[in-house]
């Protein structure tokens, strides 16, 4: 991730909620128009998150 992160300029996307319930700002995070998060879930290193919940590995 941090390679990722490190690699080129990214871009913050806004969602449909600002903020969770502690206040933390809720963005994707994409490079290229490419999700970080979904590259990482594509690789198996994350998994989606669908709103219920989460279920074991």
């Known amino acids: 991730m941090q390679a990722l992160l490190n690699a080129d300029s ?10 969770d319930r502690y206040g933390r700002k809720l963005r994707i995070v994409e490079r ?17 998150y669908g709103g ?3 279920s074991p590995w």
């Open 10 to 19: 990214l871009t913050l996307t806004q969602i449909k909620r600002d903020v």
């Open 32 to 48: 290229g128009g490419v999700s970080l998060g979904a590259l990482l879930v594509r690789h198996g290193l994350a998994r989606h």
């Open 52 to 54: 219920s919940k989460r």
